[in-house]
T-cell receptor, first 112, second 115 residues
Framework: GNSVTQMEGPVTLSEEAFLTINCTYT??????LFWYVQYPGEGLQLLLK?????DKGSNKGFEATYRKETTSFHLEKGSVQVSDSAVYFC???????????FGAGTRLFVKA | EAGVAQSPRYKIIEKRQSVAFWCNPI?????LYWYQQILGQGPKLLIQ????????DSQLPKDRFSAERLKGVDSTLKIQPAKLEDSAVYLC?????????????FGQGTRLTVV
């Protein structure tokens, strides 16, 4: 079945460091891919999305490119801030089913 | 545009008691989901509604969990009787029926603690 695998956390970085959170997926057809962010005590918010191969989603300095050949959707940011500390979830929506499947999440801590 | 509303935000109950959660999705969103998020894990889909019909409830523990979406708008999720392992955040989400490219919008969740 469809699934999403993320790198395990927590990830601890200093402010202004480069961030990569790896995400790979298994799916039939052509899923849409998403990154969601969950700040402490809050619900999940969409961070960015990509709906077809080679699409790049971007928002708030974060980017991720839909790579069908490697079935990956890695999240990157060039310079993280303390306010980026949160849990990041990679997700896919399966082809035709409208079901959103989540990875386990990666907790990011950014130190000042 | 108002977001997905959930209540209560927090609930503490003893095992074997029953509990109910309520969700009001974004107006016009035909699809509604309930997810269970255990501490340290990603959200797990419990049930998906399209209007007032169930699309997928394969992961719902039907011996103790039930959900309904009367009139295709609000939804309630019930647990009876609760077990210790049901302690989790219960998230409600919704999205428009049409379009693969639309994302799901989430409520803030209900944190359930079973003692």
């Amino acid at each position: 079945g469809n699934s999403v695998t993320q790198m395990e956390g927590p990830v601890t970085l200093s402010e202004e460091a480069f961030l990569t959170i790896n995400c790979t997926y298994t799916a039939t057809g052509y899923p849409s891919l998403f990154w969601y962010v969950q700040y402490p005590g809050e619900g999940l918010q969409l961070l960015l999305k990509a709906t077809k191969a080679d699409d790049k989603g971007s928002n708030k300095g974060f980017e991720a490119t839909y790579r069908k050949e490697t079935t990956s959707f890695h999240l990157e940011k060039g310079s993280v801030q303390v306010s980026d500390s949160a849990v990041y979830f990679c997700a896919l929506r399966d082809w035709g089913g409208f079901k959103t499947i989540f990875g386990a999440g990666t907790r990011l801590f950014v130190k000042a | 545009e108002a977001g997905v509303a959930q209540s209560p935000r927090y609930k503490i109950i003893e095992k074997r008691q029953s509990v109910a959660f309520w969700c009001n999705p974004i107006s016009g969103h035909a699809t509604l989901y309930w997810y269970q998020q255990i501490l340290g894990q990603g959200p797990k889909l419990l049930i998906q509604f399209q209007n007032n019909g169930v699309v997928d409830d394969s992961q719902l523990p039907k011996d103790r969990f039930s959900a309904e979406r009367l009139k295709g708008v609000d939804s309630t999720l019930k647990i009876q009787p609760a077990k210790l392992e049901d302690s989790a955040v219960y998230l409600c989400a919704s999205h428009k029926l049409e379009g693969m490219n639309t994302e799901a919008f989430f409520g803030q969740g209900t944190r359930l603690t079973v003692v």
